[in-house]
């Protein structure tokens, strides 16, 4: 992506579960954004074009940082890529159903995954992490979000994009058919990986013009 977009990239490393549990993700990838914004120059970039991107949990996680700067009067980025999502808790939605049993990921992988980052299960309907249940997701930035079809995440996906929409904001929307969760690092094997990749690179490097 660094060299689709010819843009400086950060990579968080945030702390992670069990030993660290909800929101500490959150708020070291809030920290991270926040460190961005001031120190931007002192690693060539510019701190009036920043935007956020991830991917399954990073896509949550970069959803949340928006939300997170908005509401604390932050800069908004210009940008948020959301590469598969982690968007809704409650783990029975027509994708979950269908893809229950898919690989790499799978309903009861989600499941594991959830019981050691939240706390308790009231975690779950935290705005950070049921990105579709958040009352209001207007102010946030223009967005562009990619599913994939064999995947438990893929309806959240949509109905986050669909939801980020109906608020006015501008999505760029795409699922791709036939791939799996994780397709999308696999551009140089997987033709929808490459054209998913294209297409993310395209949205940030307009969106950081």
């Known amino acids: 992506m ?13 702390r992670q579960a069990p030993e660290n549990k909800f929101p500490t993700a959150h708020n070291d990838s809030f920290a991270a954004y926040q460190w961005v914004l001031k120190n931007a120059a002192s690693i060539k970039g510019d701190p009036k074009r920043v935007a956020v991107a991830g ?24 940008h948020q890529l959301l590469v598969y999502p982690i968007a809704d808790y409650s783990m029975n939605t027509e994708s979950y159903q269908k893809n229950a049993q898919a690989k790499p990921l799978s309903k009861p992988f989600m499941g594991w995954f959830f019981k050691h980052y939240l706390r308790t299960p ?50 760029k929307y795409q699922n791709y058919d036939n791939v799996t969760h994780e397709f999308f690092g696999m551009g140089a094997v997987v033709p929808q ?3 998913a990749q294209d297409l993310a690179a395209g949205e940030l490097k307009n969106a950081l013009k």
């Not at 660094?2 to 945030?14: G, L, M, P, Q, R």
């Not at 991917?55 to 210009?78: F, H, I, T, W, Y």
């Not at 779950?124 to 064999?150: M, Y």
């Open 2 to 14: 660094a060299e689709k977009t010819n843009a400086v990239f950060v990579s968080v490393a945030y």
């Open 55 to 78: 991917e399954s949990a990073g896509g949550n996680l970069a959803a949340a940082v928006c939300m997170m700067a908005r509401d604390k009067g932050v800069m908004q980025p210009k």
């Open 122 to 171: 009231a975690d779950g309907n935290s705005p950070l992490i049921s990105l579709v249940k958040a009352p209001n997701v207007k102010g946030l930035a223009p967005a562009t979000v990619i599913t994939a079809g064999i995947d438990p995440l893929m309806s959240e996906g949509k109905a986050y994009a669909d939801k980020l929409q109906a608020a006015g904001i501008a999505v």
């Open 193 to 195: 990986a490459k054209e």
